[in-house]
């Protein structure tokens, strides 16, 4: 790293902090985003080299390099679950000006080495003070870098109305992490954070914003739980991601499964089968773009989804088993109601079928439809059930 220009202060700093946003998932592929970081020790969140702060980032315009960092690695709070909480003598705490963080940020992307940046930060001298700290160093990379890439912001707990509207403006994404899905759950996860007044009080602030400047650009907000620390149950996580969807332009939820951190309250919980937190993904985007309500989710046992199958073919094993849906006649909704047919299949069958007759799975791999035997149990093609050949081995 020696074709650009960072203070050698601020390069150590950075370099020391490493991936601290570890749990933070910038991106749209979360899982992929963490588990590349994960074959080095989960643990210690302090690193060895400037490109454990820059992460691949998964975005509908492809993947990304972004530097993933914090304005300080120290925190005033306790949240339970949370590496950089305050008394916790494992982590080093280490903080960054918003001038040099914004240097470094620039002369990053000059170099070609990110194009985008996700900040966030520990909370020290109250949560305005520290986002009035991200909100300059988005102001300076915006002003005086006249930096172009991208920015995801993280909005503190309880952050003021102007300072979440004037970070909307400055980034591309910002973050609102709710953590729990209930206040109790909030209260049992990070008993010093408010779940009305600071978190989900700041989402319906967001949207008000939206709403208030309809023709402004401004970034969508996104929230993350930490599942599965606290007795949270999947209907709890989704009823609520439901209604963030549908009444706050929530862009997306993520769900990270909880991992207990040395030194911390938790650390004797028992970590979240990552297969729970692929199965919240899976649900949460048939409820954003499948048009799938959270009544329609098929959960078990106290509120909790199966593993051992998707929710899409659980759903259908249910339902559509003894009455399957007709090709030939399906409205386009029905069609994303087939495991293996998502929104751009069910399109290109709507399409398909004005200009002739759908009648086996060749037609449908024709259409570029990857694994139609995944949709065979469940539709009928030409009229008729699908034959569905058994594996012999
Ligand atoms: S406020 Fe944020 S950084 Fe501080 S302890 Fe809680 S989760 Fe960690």
């Known amino acids: 790293m020696t074709n650009f220009s960072i203070a050698p202060d601020t390069m150590t700093k950075l370099t020391r902090m490493g991936d601290v946003t570890f ?21 210690e969140f302090q690193s060895r080299g400037l490109e ?17 960092s914090m304005l300080t690695t120290a925190c005033e709070r306790n949240c339970f679950y949370c590496p950089f909480r305050a008394g916790r003598t494992r982590t080093e705490r280490i903080t960054i000006s918003p001038d040099d ?20 930060s520990g909370i020290i001298k109250g949560s305005v003070t520290t986002q009035d700290k991200i909100i300059d160093t988005a102001e300076i990379l915006r002003r005086k870098y006249r930096y172009r890439g991208y ?9 003021e109305e102007a300072q979440l509207y004037r970070s909307m403006q400055l980034a591309d994404r910002v973050s609102i992490n709710l953590e729990g899905p209930t206040v109790e759950r909030l209260a049992a996860l990070a008993p010093k954070k408010e779940f009305d007044r600071e978190l989900l009080g700041l989402l319906h602030v967001a949207a008000k914003i939206r709403r208030e400047h309809p023709h402004e650009r401004l970034a969508r907000p996104v929230t993350q739980f930490v599942v599965g620390a606290v007795g949270d149950t999947d209907a709890e996580l989704l009823t609520l991601t439901s209604q963030l969807y549908a009444r706050l332009g929530l862009a997306r939820a993520y769900y990270s499964a909880f991992e207990p951190v040395l030194q911390t309250p938790l650390e004797n919980t028992r970590p979240t089968e990552p297969l729970r937190e692929r199965r919240l993904y899976q649900s949460s985007f048939l409820l954003r773009d499948y048009g799938w309500d959270v009544e329609d989710l098929p959960f078990v046992d106290a509120g909790n989804l199966r593993q051992d199958v998707d929710p899409k073919t659980a759903w259908a094993d249910i339902h559509l088993k003894q009455a ?12 994303l109601r087939v495991p293996g047919i998502g929104p751009r299949y069910a399109d290109l069958i709507v399409q398909a079928r004005g200009r002739g007759r759908l009648t086996d799975l060749n037609d449908l791999r024709r259409l570029g439809i990857a694994a139609p035997e995944k949709a065979a149990p469940y539709i009928l093609l030409g009229g008729r059930a699908v034959p569905v050949q058994q594996s012999l081995f």
């Open 101 to 120: 963080m914004a240097h470094a940020t620039d002369a990053l992307a000059r170099a070609g080495k990110i194009t985008g940046i996700f900040l966030s």
């Open 23 to 43: 749990f933070e998932p910038a991106g749209d592929s979360p899982h992929e985003e963490r588990h590349a970081r994960h074959k080095r020790a989960p643990q």
């Open 52 to 68: 454990d702060c820059i992460s691949q980032v998964s975005t509908p315009t492809g993947a990304k390099p972004i530097l993933k």
């Open 151 to 159: 920015i995801h912001l993280k909005v503190m707990p309880g952050a």
């Open 324 to 335: 399957p849906i007709d090709l030939a006649t399906a409205e386009r909704h029905d069609l």
